[in-house]
């Protein structure tokens, strides 16, 4: 309670378990601080305070993953809210920016080279939703990470897709495909998603055969015969399809025997440091071969070093993307076939990137996608 003559609203959460021992657990870790901020009570442990994130966030860390998923938190001062995942409260406050983003931020699509090594050319770009509010820039895994915490995946992967295509169409060069992202977790209904991408192209003059959906995480999706389904009336209205962020598990082998995509996209963490695999590259070299029988062309994504992009084509794989071919940009850059035309070598004499007969104009760039929006990084949205 507030001993102020002008109580504020309560700011907090009230946590909630259906496992006792999970709130149990958490009691020792609410602080002596005697400030009234933290109070067991009857139903719940209530966190409160104008750091109440900082210390959810505290109390969160204590738990393990199968702890954090039975606890569920209300927020405080808010009569029509419902309980949620603790973390999905906590993710939605840190990313409180996000409905701003939504309705009036902007959105700017990036565009990153898909390279075929047998010709060197480029055969398509992907767009990659790049965002800014205010001063502040946004990521696509920030945006997509956010989108997931306000339940927005819908709203978000139909705008993205919408302005991708309304930037990408007019920029694409003949003899390259636009890829786009589709997240299924965002599909209601499959007219749906069909009126969201393909009246749109005709209206922007896009030929369907230019176009590649890329289902987003297909794997991890989880209902195979929609995505069959999702596959099928996209193909109808002409254009590719492509599974996105093949892992190389049991699910991606069902969801490409299934699917039998146009294109098969290998994520980052398989393609990383690849040379120095033996595993993995057994893996790779089986799902290329697996794939090719299917009649799909392999795309090896997050490629950033030499010694990866020859180990990858040593595999068979058809396609490459990534920093070492080209970051993504606002508007499609040309491409130096060179970078793919000298011969290929056995990767333990092959020379490092920075070193004559590698690009040089690759500049210094970050290993991996970043997960997770930093604290701090989220805007200052006027009035939040
Ligand atoms: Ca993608």
């Known amino acids: 309670m507030s001993s102020s003559a002008f109580p504020q609203a309560v700011t907090g959460v009230r946590l909630l378990s259906n496992r ?41 860390e204590t738990l393990s993953v199968a702890e954090r998923a039975g606890l569920f938190a209300v ?3 808010d009569e029509l809210a419902l309980p949620m995942p603790s973390t999905k409260v906590l993710a939605r406050k840190q990313t409180e920016w996000f409905p701003e983003f939504l309705s009036h931020g902007d959105w700017v699509p990036h565009f990153q080279p898909i390279v075929d090594f047998a010709s060197g050319k480029v055969v398509g770009r992907e767009v990659l939703m790049r965002g800014k509010l205010g001063n502040v820039e946004l990521r696509g895994e920030e945006l997509v990470t956010a989108a997931e915490a306000h339940d927005a995946i819908y709203s978000f992967d139909r705008k993205a897709r919408l302005t991708a295509l309304e930037v990408g169409v007019p920029l694409l060069r003949e003899d390259e495909m636009l890829f786009v992202n589709l997240d299924p977790r965002g599909v209601v209904d499959m007219q749906g998603s069909i009126n969201g991408t393909w009246p749109v192209l005709e209206r922007l003059g896009g030929k369907p055969q230019s176009l590649c959906i890329e289902f987003v995480a297909a794997e991890r999706f989880g209902d195979l015969k929609m995505l069959v389904e999702l596959a099928a009336v996209h193909r109808e209205q002409g254009g590719s399809i492509a599974l996105d962020d093949l892992s190389g598990s049991a699910q991606s082998l069902a969801c490409l025997e299934a699917i ?67 970051h993504p940009t606002e508007k499609p850059l040309d491409f130096d076939p060179a970078i793919v035309e000298r011969p290929a070598t056995g990767t333990a004499s092959i020379a490092p990137a920075g070193t004559p007969g590698a690009p040089a104009a690759q500049p210094a760039a970050p290993q991996r996608r970043a997960s997770v929006a930093p604290p701090g990084r989220a805007p200052q949205v006027a009035g939040a």
């Open 20 to 60: 006792p021992s999970v709130l149990a657990k958490l009691v020792p870790h609410l602080g002596p601080d005697g400030g009234g901020r933290s109070d067991v009570m009857g139903d719940g442990l209530e966190v409160t305070g104008p750091d109440w994130e900082e210390r959810l966030k505290s109390l969160l």
């Open 75 to 77: 927020s405080l001062g």
């Open 260 to 326: 039998k995509p146009d294109v098969a996209k290998l994520d980052i963490a398989l393609i990383s440091n690849l040379e120095k695999s033996v595993a993995r590259r057994r893996l790779v070299g089986a799902l290329v071969e697996s794939a090719h029988e299917l009649g799909t062309k392999v795309v090896a994504e997050g490629i950033e070093r030499v010694q990866e992009f020859q180990t990858v084509r040593g595999l068979g794989v058809d396609y490459g993307q990534g920093y070492y071919f080209g």
